[in-house]
């Protein structure tokens, strides 16, 4: 990360463990002293295992952490109604403005607006949470109670990283219920949008920064804030011809990115990355895969 000039906001997280078992702090205190210190485009933050996963004193004591360093505590929630530890956070006054939740998914009405209430965030990752069961995207009952959602894709062994098509299933999923509702009332599918595409990029942008705990500083084109900006090539001929800005970025592919701006500092021109050894990063990448696929394949006489 720190070799691509990229701005990121790394994580931490670890395998599933015992519900018993806090956050490895060492190693976020490590992170902190080291590689994160100092560094404009690098911040740190904790995806826990969080309360779904965790024993309540456990999650309390891993969101006490995350809070008394500053930093964002990400934490995944889905399928189904709340564990004891979400309880016994709320109870303590854990959740704040760096509380994401990943998902959120059949979370009931009252703590959404618990939660929307204390300025925790959500991310929805809308294609991996369909495909994959974790529930139904939480941007219905975001929208009803005056939120909304940034935007992710999860899982890159499943689904592309590209959050343009993350938008679109989005509003795409956010309008089909529009319509469900408009068809029951009316007998007819709606005939104006209720939700833009305008809004939809905005969960990719402004509220992708602020569920990073960056809305200060990128997000929007602003000045003040440090010039992170994509270029789209509306010249391809999936894009021409382009009559709508908007939804010209949100029917591109990531081959329409034709530049990225970073802090002000070029690190894509004429469709090119600027960076140097990708060819043999694409050879580890290569090799990684190919150590993954012979790790699941079947051994034996049904291989």
């Known amino acids: 990360m720190l070799q691509t000039g990229i701005r990121t906001v790394f994580l931490h997280g670890t395998p599933y463990r015992s519900p018993d078992i806090p956050h490895p702090l060492a190693e976020i205190d490590r992170l902190l002293d080291g590689p994160a210190r100092g560094n404009g485009l690098l911040t740190l933050g904790m995806a826990l295992q969080g309360p779904q996963y965790s024993s309540p004193e456990t999650a309390m004591t891993d969101f006490r952490a995350g809070a008394e360093r500053g930093l964002v505590i990400s934490t995944h929630q889905s399928g189904g109604e709340p564990s004891p530890g979400w309880q ?143 270029a789209v090539d509306a010249r391809a001929l999936n894009l021409w011809p382009a009559h709508d800005p908007v939804a010209t970025v949100l029917h591109a592919d990531i081959a329409n990115i034709e530049a990225v701006l970073v802090a002000g500092s070029w690190r894509k021109r004429d469709h090119a990355l600027l960076a140097t050894g990708l060819e043999e990063v694409k050879d580890r990448l290569r090799e990684s895969g190919e150590r993954l696929l012979r790790s699941i394949q079947p051994a034996g006489s049904l291989a």
């Open 88 to 230: 016994a956070l709320r109870a303590a006054g854990l959740f704040g403005p760096l509380t994401n939740i990943v998902h959120g998914a059949d979370l009931p009405d009252d703590w959404i607006k618990t939660l929307v209430e204390a300025g925790a965030t959500f991310t929805s990752t809308p294609e991996n949470e369909l495909g994959q069961g974790h529930g139904t995207p939480i941007t219905d009952p975001l929208l009803r109670n005056g939120a909304a959602p940034s935007l992710g894709t999860d899982i890159d062994t499943a689904v592309p990283g590209n959050v343009p098509t993350a938008a679109r299933i989005a509003l795409a999923h956010q309008r089909s219920l529009d319509h469900a509702r408009h068809r029951q009332a009316t007998g007819t599918y709606a005939h104006t949008v209720s939700v833009t595409a305008k809004q939809a990029l905005a969960w990719a942008t402004v509220e992708g920064a602020r569920a990073l705990g960056l809305a200060d500083r990128v997000g929007r084109i602003a000045v003040g804030m440090q010039a992170d900006l994509v």
